[in-house]
């Protein structure tokens, strides 16, 4: 074996410890012995490092075994203990045993001592090398958990922070020497949440092996981050539990945008209905207006049926302005763009704003330096400023600061998350006011049709709804933050184009008459529409072939043999829309004109159906027999 060893020897017989150093050298150990007999003797050897194993007699005049094991143990020392006696018996050996001795040896029985020590002295080599590698994994996880960038907490049964990693250090603004020790429910846990975790913090000792939950945690500045945890007990051997690891990710800035996306198809699908019930009364208003236009010069002015017919226009057209503004709201509002300098619309709105906001608050304008080109429908964005500066007034009932800013802004792929715009350069159109300011309930539900916080009678709540559809449909977004106190802040975002983009609205140039004789062939699933359309164009003087259908219509036109000049169709209609109807016809009448009746618009017409024209309900008659002489009379 020829093993050297250091042992420490307890024992005040000189000759007993030659015995025992005798019984390891026979085994074919180099024993380096010290003898020691008292408690001072003991403390003095311990304190050098490097035994291999202590052997003690259980009973010395001054010292004992018992005594020379509990400094052992209080030194935390890993070292074998073995009592060699010749006068003590059975019970006091398993006594030794259960304070922590590895072995009991009489004396008149030394031969059992060599593979005792042996045995001990291979376990405790086996010890050390498992505490070694305990100690090197322990090494690791610890750098694992100090570079990791999840938020890890190690806590005690009691709740109190053991250990803290350098991402919660960077999340909270806490050191980790600040917080540990201290219950985590003290220190960033918001009060009307205490209750709550501490309820699953003792589902989880007591119920669980693993529990996931979702709560608010305070930084050290104060603000608040919605942090989601999974927790898992790390128990014992008896089962107790002896900590807690807890794992956490940032999820504030997650469910903000899952809140956004669902908002945005919340808005959507508002927006599809809302375009739905306008489409369909505004075939409606068109009767209505239309027929109130074909009999008004027929009464003579200053009669009272006159005055009601007049009366009767204006309401109906107040109600065909509240069906534009739920077009715009869900983006099927034909749109007449063209490029246009964002700085000239605000300019020109400005004159209007000053009459019609009060003196009492002051309108500050911001322009950029550089001309800001989009391609918008000119009415359309004075709309979205205007109906902005109206809710910024209301706002104000005590007077404040209106200020319109315009700038140039590169919108990144981060900014973008969540949205449907492209990377790019954008205009941008920012309204702020000092008013009463938005609560988080009411600034998340500010551009849906039909709300308002405004009193009974003071709002359709259609304006920011009318706002958001304008700005959606320009290939846009807006953004609005705002607080109890602090005023609101409306961001409008619209794509820059080249300054020699083309213009898309529809110009003709030339004087137009109302009436003429061509024959026009009109197709309008409502009946009502339909009626009234045909009679103002023969009024006008033109052939009029009508279809409720677009199968109907073609049926018409193949037993026609005359010419046909015109085909004038609503765009949406059951069982043939408008486009497909238009492209039959041009099949077989190449040379006729196309005007497309709307209660909303469609965006990509152009490429199914080039050379097209849309007449926007609801329209009057002479607003139809205008469009129909202007289309006819176009090269």
């Not at 020829?2 to 000189?14: C, G, H, K, P, T």
């Not at 489409?279 to 049926?305: C, E, M, Q, S, W």
Request: hydrophobic content about 45%; glycine content about 8%.
């Amino acid at each position: 074996m020829e093993d050297a060893i250091r042992v420490l020897i307890v024992e005040d017989s000189e000759d007993d410890a030659l015995l025992v150093e005798r019984e390891l050298r026979r085994a074919g150990f180099k024993p380096a012995v010290r003898r020691v007999e008292t408690a001072d003797g003991m403390a003095a050897a311990l304190s050098e490092s490097g035994w291999d194993v202590v052997i003690a007699d259980y009973s010395l005049p001054e010292f004992s075994a018992p005594a020379a094991l509990s400094m052992v143990k209080e030194r935390g020392l890993d070292v074998p203990f073995i009592v060699v006696s010749g006068t003590v018996g059975e019970v006091t050996a398993v006594e030794m045993m259960r304070a922590g001795a590895q072995d009991y040896i009489m004396k008149d029985n030394m031969a059992r001592l060599a593979p005792a020590v042996e045995r001990e002295l291979r376990d405790a080599a086996e010890r050390r090398r498992t505490g070694e590698e305990l100690a090197r994994e322990r090494q690791l996880s610890g750098a694992i958990i100090d570079i990791s960038a999840a938020l890890i907490v190690m806590l005690d049964p009691q709740g109190r922070i053991l250990r803290f990693n350098g991402a919660c250090e960077k999340a909270t603004g806490y050191a980790a020497a600040e917080v540990e020790g201290r219950p985590i429910w003290e220190v960033f846990i918001p009060r009307e949440e205490e209750q709550a975790v501490r309820d699953v913090f003792g589902t989880l000792l007591t119920e669980m092996p693993s529990y996931t939950h979702e709560n608010h945690w305070l930084t050290k500045q104060g603000r608040r981050r919605l942090i989601s945890w999974a927790a898992a007990c790390v128990r014992n051997e008896d089962g107790t539990v002896r900590s807690v690891l807890v794992t956490g990710i940032d999820v504030t800035d997650l469910r903000e945008l899952e809140r956004r996306l669902q908002q945005a198809a919340k808005l959507e699908a508002v927006g599809q209905l809302a375009g739905g019930v306008a489409h369909d009364f505004n075939n409606l208003l068109t009767a209505i207006l239309g027929y109130i236009d074909l009999n008004i010069p027929h009464v003579p002015k200053g009669t009272r049926l006159h005055d009601d017919l007049e009366q009767a226009k204006t309401a109906a057209l107040r109600a065909a302005d509240l069906t534009h503004q739920l077009l715009a709201f869900s983006r099927q509002q034909v749109a007449e763009p063209e490029v246009v300098d964002l700085n000239s619309v605000v300019h020109e709105m400005y004159k209007m704003l000053r009459h019609l906001i009060e003196e009492r608050i002051e309108i500050k304008l911001v322009l950029a330096d550089e001309p800001l080109r989009v391609m918008a429908d000119r009415a359309q964005l004075g709309q979205v400023l205007l109906n902005l500066a109206i809710n910024a007034r209301d706002a104000m009932a005590d007077g404040g600061l209106l200020t319109i800013e315009t700038s140039r802004a590169s919108v990144g792929k981060a900014a973008l998350a969540g949205t449907s715009l492209a990377e790019g350069a954008y205009a941008k159109l920012r309204v702020t006011d000092t008013g009463t300011g938005m609560t988080r309930e009411v600034r998340e539900r500010v551009f849906e049709p039909f709300f308002t916080t405004k009193p009974l009678g003071h709002g359709t709540g259609l304006g920011l709804s009318t706002v958001y559809g304008i700005v959606k449909q320009h290939a846009g977004r807006i953004e609005c933050d705002s607080e109890p106190g602090m005023g609101s802040t409306f961001r409008a975002y619209l794509p820059l184009v080249d300054a020699d983009q083309g213009n898309a609205a529809d110009t003709t140039g030339y004087d137009v008459k109302f009436g003429g004789d061509e024959t026009v062939l009109l197709v309008e699933d409502e009946e009502a529409v339909r009626d009234l359309a045909a009679r103002a164009l023969k009024d006008f003087g033109y052939n009029v072939l009508c279809a409720g259908s677009g199968p109907e219509a073609l049926e018409l036109l193949s037993g026609h043999s005359g010419r046909l000049d015109l085909l004038i169709t609503d765009l949406i209609m059951p069982r043939m829309d408008g486009r497909q109807l238009a492209q039959k016809v041009r099949m077989v009448r190449p040379r006729a004109k196309l005007l497309f009746m709307s209660g909303y618009g469609g965006s990509n017409l152009e490429i199914e159906v080039p050379g097209f024209t849309v007449l926007q309900k609801p329209f009057t008659a002479f607003r139809l027999a205008k469009r129909v002489r202007q289309v006819l009379d176009a090269r």
